[in-house]
């Protein structure tokens, strides 16, 4: 029986939505920005601020090409500026209302593991493979969700939107990670729930695009950039 990592040296893992339960993180932050900065400003914005970001917020679920979904959170501020700004509030008080509801979910109380993620490293480094999250979170707030799951020190690498590299779909993250690890983008793999997540692994020349079903992505989504697709990461745990 064949395993999605035959001939793969590096597994490099995208964050929420693949490793951390991505609904369970940002959905409720979706809802609470809208609702904090409906209240700073007196202005009804659920409706343009979902659809900036790509947030249904009916099914609780972020469109998998929105912002949302693989947006560094400064460009997702940036926009949402643009927001208030389009609507018709003026930009001293669009700055205040967003210096008073912006806030970054807690990445500890909010990190709903999306697979044993201390088993699933360990048993993968067992078989001599290097291990790597490439994320669109800042550092500060992934290497807390790490830290907490019990895996920061099962990595080898770890690089985030706000390391000054271009992040996804660019394949910046992936490639800095294989020159830093001396592993080619062919024995490389990338595991991702997003089609910014698989279309770095494609732009990068990785030897294998893992889709996930685990987050945003449907498999719609994901088909025309995988080249495996599973249900969730708990499905590469070597027998």
């Not at 719609?220 to 590469?236: F, G, Q, Y």
């Amino acid at each position: 029986m064949t395993s999605p990592l035959d001939g793969i040296d590096l597994v490099v893992f995208d964050k929420d939505g693949t490793l951390i339960d991505f609904h369970a993180m940002w959905s409720g932050w979706a809802r609470d920005l809208a609702a904090g900065l409906e209240a700073a400003t007196g202005r009804d914005l659920r409706v343009p601020l979902y659809r900036n970001l790509g947030y249904d917020d009916a099914t609780g679920r972020a469109d998998a090409h929105g912002q949302l979904a693989a947006t560094p959170m400064a460009r997702i501020r940036d926009s949402t500026m643009t927001v208030l700004l389009e609507v018709g509030i003026a930009p001293d008080d669009a700055e205040a209302a967003l210096l008073a509801a912006w806030h970054a979910p807690d990445p500890v109380e909010l990190a709903v593991p999306l697979a044993d993620l201390a088993a699933l490293f360990g048993a993968l480094r067992a078989t001599g493979r290097r291990l790597a999250v490439a994320t669109s979170d800042d550092r500060v707030p992934t290497e807390r969700t790490l830290a907490a799951a019990g895996v920061d020190g099962l990595l080898d690498a770890v690089v985030c939107a706000d390391d000054g590299l271009a992040v996804k779909p660019a394949p910046d993250m992936v490639l800095a990670i294989c020159r830093r690890l001396g592993v080619a983008p062919a024995r490389t793999a990338v595991v991702g729930d997003s089609v910014a997540d698989l279309a770095m692994g494609r732009s990068a020349g990785v030897g294998r695009c893992i889709g996930v079903l685990s987050g945003v992505g449907t498999a719609a989504d994901l088909a025309p950039l995988a080249d495996v697709m599973l249900a969730s990461i708990a499905e590469l745990r070597p027998a």
